[in-house]
């Protein structure tokens, strides 16, 4: 049975290293260049001849600049949009990488921690800047919830405080875990459909089950992820009632 | 031919912030009722803030542990903490959704 993790390497299709940092151009590299460009193609052609009734590339363009910006205006308020253009990168990427994974022969550079998780600190660190921007060192109290026993703090805010320090990590860990658990899944089972002989119609069947769970889960991180930034964001903008 | 009468600029500009307003405010009503529907965004969210919350909480107390050598206090100390940590962002997205839910349903009943 092929292994279901070499989906994962990661190949350098042009070694390339500058004083001794290995800066290679690889799979992954040329997977987020190809998602980033699809993303820009689909803009470009929608939004290159703009009509008052629209045709199916501008459609495609609007629904996806409306969904996010309900998406922040519900989460995170009006006053939020003004970091739309970086929360609909992040979105577009995202989506774009998940669905492109979804392609044979492709490469999920989402189903990589270090991908994810360079996105998530970007947004982690962007965020507690605007909360400290916003609030001064009142952003601070967030860590202190009103209302209890002053030796309650002993213990309530080391919990504050990692809770807080864990949110970048549980949003690159939840979408890298899902795209590479499905994917992963995928290949396990249609691996069985060869094993099996006659019998793998029924692994079979279950792998065209699980492709269409797997858009649909593809589709759903990207928006999940993107609504978490703008919970969180909703924090760092308004202070804690 | 008709000829265009002045703009007053700033009766554009109020009626314009009028209609923002009040599509904002559709958005987050039509929102509220949206989220109820996806549960298995909900579950996709939620599910993994516990495991993060424990393995971290755990890890850096390992860590600390090695760094330190008090083990294995701070691994116990940390698994603790990481615990709570992780049960109260579930609690709080939780309870987000709880208000929402709310917000849904006065909605719902001022309309019917």
Known sequence: ?241 | MPINPPIDEAALDARLAEVRNARDAEVVRADAARTAGTAMGIGLRIGIELVVGVAIGTGGGFALDRWLHTAPWLMILGLIIGFAAGLKNVFRSADEYGQKWDAADAADRVEK
């Not at chain 1, 042009?14 to 290995?22: K, N, Q, Y």
């Not at chain 1, 909360?131 to 080391?158: H, S």
Request: hydrophobic share 60%; with cysteine.
């Open chain 1, 1 to 241: 049975m092929a292994d279901p993790l070499h989906q994962f390497v990661v190949t350098k299709t042009i070694p390339l290293a500058i004083g001794g940092v290995d800066i290679s151009f690889t799979n992954a590299s040329a997977w987020m260049l190809i998602v980033s460009g699809a993303a820009a193609v689909l803009l470009w052609l929608g939004l290159r001849k703009p009509q008052l009734v629209p045709g199916r590339a501008q459609s495609a363009v609007e629904m996806l600049y409306e969904v996010v910006d309900e998406t922040i205006v519900s989460s995170a308020g009006p006053e939020a949009r003004k970091f739309f253009p970086l929360i609909f990168t992040v979105f577009m990427f995202i989506l774009f990488a998940n669905v492109a994974g979804l392609l044979p022969y492709s490469y999920t550079v989402t189903s990589q921690i270090v991908v994810t998780f360079t996105i998530a600190f970007i947004a982690f660190i962007g965020i507690t800047l605007v909360g400290i921007a916003n609030q001064g060192f009142g952003f601070l109290r967030m860590f202190a919830p009103p209302g209890v026993p002053v030796a309650m703090y002993l213990i309530l805010t080391p919990i504050e405080i990692v809770s807080y320090f864990i949110r970048p990590i549980s949003l690159s860990v939840r979408l890298f875990a899902n795209m590479m658990a499905g994917h992963v899944l995928l290949k396990v089972l249609a691996g069985f459909v060869v094993t099996l002989g006659i019998f793998g119609a029924i692994p079979l069947l279950v792998v065209v089950g699980m492709t269409a769970l797997e858009a649909l889960v593809a589709v759903l991180q990207a928006y999940v992820f993107t609504v978490l930034v703008c919970v969180y964001l909703n924090d760092a903008l308004h202070a804690h009632h």
